[in-house]
Each structure stands twice: as C-alpha cells, then as structure tokens.
C-alpha cells in the first residue's frame, strides 16, 4: 500500500489523509481504509486510490470507493467477497456483530444438543418398544391359540 505518492495528475501532493466515508459525523468520525483526499500544489483536492502504482482519483470519495474493489479482486477471494466494509464501522457495531454472532453460535448449540438429547432417548426407547411389541404379539398369539 502506498501512502507516499508524491505526484497525481502532474501535480505535487502537498498533504494528504484518509477520506472520511459518507457516514461520518463530527462526533464520530469515519475514514475509508484505501481512500485518501489529497491537497496538491494548484489548491486543489482530489480523492485517490491508496493502492500503490494506482493512478485512480475522483472528485469525491464515494467515487474511488467502487474502483476499489479492482484490487480486491488479486487478494483472497474471501475478502472480495465479503460485502461489508469492516473499517466503516464503529467498534460498538463490531462488538454488536460480534455479540450477535455469538447468540446465533449459542442458540444454535442449544438446538443441536437438544437434538441430540432426543435421538439419545429414541434409541433407548427402541428396544424398549420393540419389547414391547414382542409382548403384544405374543399375548394376540396366546389369545388366538386359546380361540
Ligand atoms: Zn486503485
């Protein structure tokens, strides 16, 4: 990744920082991972990709972000396919996910041990109807021969 571009469009870089994503507020600021706004020489900004060798600007972040995923597409396919951008949440949203995913893991274990519980008990219950049934039939067997 790089964060030492020096020239864009021609023009020197004079400053520059992580763009903030649209849903950034004053109180709780937001920052793309791969997008920057840069100040060049002319007074200008523009939004750039961070990759590096990339020449990739717009006049807005949300206009680089899309482009993005270019890059994605030579890394892990599992990040490529992941449709939310982590770093654009806050980390009580992450510990939200994480403490949802974890009700879903524990409800989930109660479930599967609970089915386990009654397939325990229908094989023990099993040759206890056969048994049972055994007893019937020989009981009818006894009654027809009486008959
Ligand atoms: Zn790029």
Request: with cysteine; net charge positive.
């Amino acid at each position: 990744m790089n964060t030492n571009k020096d020239t864009i469009n021609g023009l020197k870089v004079i400053e520059w920082e992580f763009a903030e994503t649209p849903r950034s507020t004053p109180t709780s600021r937001r920052y793309y991972e791969e997008v920057i706004k840069v100040l060049l020489e002319d007074n200008s900004e523009v939004f750039a990709c961070i990759w590096q060798g990339c020449e990739f600007t717009r006049e807005s972040a949300s206009g680089v972000w899309p482009h993005l995923k270019v890059h994605k597409r030579k890394d892990k396919k599992a990040s490529a396919a992941s449709p939310v951008n982590v770093s654009d949440l806050s980390v009580s949203e992450l510990i939200g996910r994480a403490q949802q995913a974890e009700t879903y893991r524990s409800e989930r274990d109660v479930a599967v041990r609970e089915l386990q519980k009654a397939s325990k008990e229908l094989a023990e219950w099993k040759p206890r109807a056969k048994a049972a049934e055994k007893q019937i039939q020989t009981i009818r067997s006894a009654f027809s021969a009486v008959a």
